[in-house]
């Protein structure tokens, strides 16, 4: 090494100590000694080279920078290479410039790496170096398959198996064994471990015995022997099932803990049941076995063997038939049987006398007018050319003739008798026929009480229809939905049988609609489309609600030259016995009342408790205001031609309410014209049911 004092760093990581050469030894000269007045020419040679070490020590010094280089682990041996400087306490003195550090430890792969030393007065660099894997020796008895961490590693016997440091999820598995699980720390830096498993057994014995014996043995639907017999079967829980000809098939359900016998108690086998097929004439006739209903024929039923079964047959218009039967074990047997009809005698007088004529479909001989029928219900039609087809029905009695007229209609005939003024139907509500003609919705700009929403719109009506006389009632309501209540407000019921159903959605009275039209046997008028309710395309002669046009052609147009502009006249407040309307009986519940007026009702009035209107329909105004078919649309077309038979828009969660209310009290709310809508139910709100004509 160099004797300059900027010497590099040393292997071991400490800078080498700058050397200095001897200076020869000069005995002490007495005082006053000279020396020939001149010092020798070595001494100053080395005052010299003493000097420019002192300058180049202060240079260096002035120029090194204080660097702490740390490693993990504080044990590693470390080497500097490049630049200059030296090792100063526990860190280094060295010079800016580039440096290569040799990092090596027990346990750890060794450590390279390269730095710079800046301009910074101290400086700091921490390495970290890899710890070396640990290796793992893993013997297992049985030979097992290995997961680490989930994964797949191998079988043991395995030798070395090189894992970083850390800690893993390990599991052995093996056939007929537990699986073996345990977290594993492996400790790394190289070091070998081993482990060593025995694994226990993952079955158990299970003791089987049938009576009688040769049953296969199925365990969770494999084969596994047959009775007498011990099985083994893995630990948890299986299906274990015996099987034997002409036996019931046994079944049950085991949990098994590893090495633990299980001795099932002898299983008795049930002979097995027998099919019987049991066909009657007429078919679907009611069967019961015992006290049990089975079913209605044709009917397979499955009876336990070696013992009479009680099987009885009914069949409307039939006489009750019982038979006891005995079945084989195992077998399949058909019985065929014929009930015996009760009969009663029908007389049909039919005209003309040359009508076709047929029951339950199937055609009469001519002439014949004497029959015996079965006493069930029976369908009678009749047909002629030039006259429209009867059909009707009968219900023999034992014991009585009856007695059927059958006339059929010429098609004049019919056609004039076709639209009769008023019809009652099955549900209860009374319509009235009116006739189409021409109208036009809403009011004129001006008109006292105008809402913005009343726009004149031209209809034109094309097909006769009829009409509910009054809002539906409580009582004809309640045959379709028994529970309804229209509730009470301030001690005042709405819930009477004749006040009008009210708390009533709109899809509610669609839904009435729909099923009062299958109680008439029409078509219904709606179909569930997209969430909600639509009318069906074309439309039929089901019930519905009215449109909007209708509403307003009964209500202010049909039976007059004029429109009406309230439900009584033109003039407003009304004449007493107008209506029922928010009266001062109903102060404190509406919010506007008329001031004088006196209808005797503070809330809803029973349905037709006033004067019907030219037409014949009640309530057209008071009482309840009235859903409407139209859904409800916020901007109205301006200076918009002529429509027929407009239904509005389908969808839309508003639908449009025609009609003051008992709540209504003010001009605006009276007049006819007066538009509102809603998608909830209210105390004052109902509905009356329409149909087309034909």
Wanted: charged share 20%.
């Amino acid at each position: 090494m160099s004797e300059h004092p900027e010497s590099k760093v040393g292997a071991s990581g400490h800078a080498s100590v700058p050397r200095i050469a001897a200076v020869p030894y000069q005995p002490a000269q007495p005082p006053g000694h000279r020396g020939g007045g001149r010092w020798p020419a070595r001494s100053w040679i080395a005052l010299g080279a003493l000097g420019v070490f002192a300058l180049v020590a202060l240079v260096f010094f002035v120029l090194a920078r204080s660097v702490q280089v740390r490693v993990d682990p504080q044990s590693a041996t470390l080497d500097l290479d490049g630049g200059i400087g030296f090792a100063m306490g526990s860190g280094f003195l060295l010079l800016p410039g580039d440096y290569r550090l040799r990092a090596t430890a027990e346990g750890h792969h060794p450590l390279e790496a390269g730095f710079t030393v800046g301009p910074a007065r101290e400086q700091r660099f921490e390495y970290s170096m890899k710890r070396l894997p640990g290796r793992l020796r893993l013997v297992s008895t049985p030979a097992a398959e290995v997961f680490i961490d989930g994964n797949a590693r191998g079988s043991t016997p395995l030798e070395a198996l090189e894992l970083p440091a850390g800690e893993y999820a390990l599991m052995l598995r093996a056939p007929r064994c537990q699986a073996y699980e345990a977290r594993l720390q492996i400790e790394g830096g190289g070091v070998e471990q081993t482990l060593l498993v025995q694994l226990e057994p993952g079955w158990a014995p299970v003791s089987l015995r049938s009576q009688p014996p040769g049953a296969t043995i199925l365990i969770d639907g494999v084969e596994s022997g047959v009775t007498p017999q011990t099985v083994e079967v893995g630990a948890g829980a299986h299906e274990i099932s015996l099987s034997l000809a002409g036996y019931a098939p046994w079944k049950d359900r085991i949990n098994l803990t590893a090495g633990e016998a299980l001795a099932l108690p002898e299983i008795r086998l049930e002979p097995a049941r027998g099919r019987l097929r049991v066909v009657s004439t007429p078919a679907g006739a009611a069967v019961s076995v015992g006290e049990r209903f089975a079913g209605n024929t044709p009917l397979d039923l499955l009876l336990e063997p070696g013992r009479e079964h009680r099987l009885s047959l009914s069949a409307p218009g039939h006489q009750t038939l019982q038979r006891d039967y005995r079945i084989a074990a195992n077998s399949d047997e058909r019985l065929e049987l014929r009930l015996q009809p009760i009969l009663g005698t029908v007389r049909l007088e039919v005209q003309p006398a040359d009508a076709r004529v047929s029951i339950d479909g199937k055609p009469l001989a001519a002439g014949t007018r004497e029959l015996q029928l079965t006493a069930v219900a029976h369908r009678i039609q009749a047909s002629r050319d030039g006259y429209q087809d009867w059909t009707g029905s009968v219900t023999p009695r034992p014991g009585f003739e009856q007695r059927v007229q059958v006339h059929l209609l010429s098609n004049a005939a019919a056609a004039a008798a076709r639209n009769p003024a008023r019809i009652t139907s099955a549900g209860g509500p009374e319509l009235v026929l009116i006739q189409p003609g021409r109208l036009t919705l809403g009011s004129a700009r001006g008109t006292q009480g105008r809402q913005a929403n009343e726009a004149l719109r031209p209809v034109r009506l094309t097909r006769a229809f009829y009409l509910g006389t009054t809002e539906v009632s409580n009582a004809q309501y309640r045959r379709y939905a028994a529970a309804h209540s229209s509730g009470i407000i301030r001690r005042s019921t709405l819930d009477n049988d004749r006040q009008p159903a009210a708390r009533v959605s709109w899809e509610d009275a669609v839904r009435y609609c729909n099923w009062l039209s299958k109680q008439d046997g029409l078509t219904p008028a709606y179909e569930r489309r997209d969430e909600g309710f639509a009318l069906v395309r074309p439309y039929t002669t089901g019930y519905r609600l009215p449109s909007e046009a209708e509403w307003a052609w009964a209500a202010r147009y049909a039976g007059g030259k004029n429109p009406l502009r309230y439900p009584w006249g033109a003039a407003f407040p009304p004449p007493a016995g107008a209506g029922n309307f928010a009266d001062t009986s109903a102060e404190g519940i509406a919010g506007q009342v008329l001031d004088g007026y006196t209808d005797g009702h503070p809330a809803a009035s029973p349905v037709g408790s006033f004067k019907p209107n030219a037409l014949g329909l009640f309530d057209l105004g008071g009482n309840v205001a009235e859903w409407v078919h139209d859904a409800h649309v916020t901007a109205l077309a301006i200076d918009p031609k002529e429509v027929d038979d407009p239904f509005g828009p389908d969808g839309g969660s508003a639908r449009v309410i025609r009609g003051s209310s008992w709540m209504h009290g003010s001009l605006v709310e009276l007049r006819l014209a007066y538009r509102d809508f809603g998608s909830q139910p209210r105390p004052d709100l109902g509905f009356r049911v329409a149909r087309y004509a034909q």
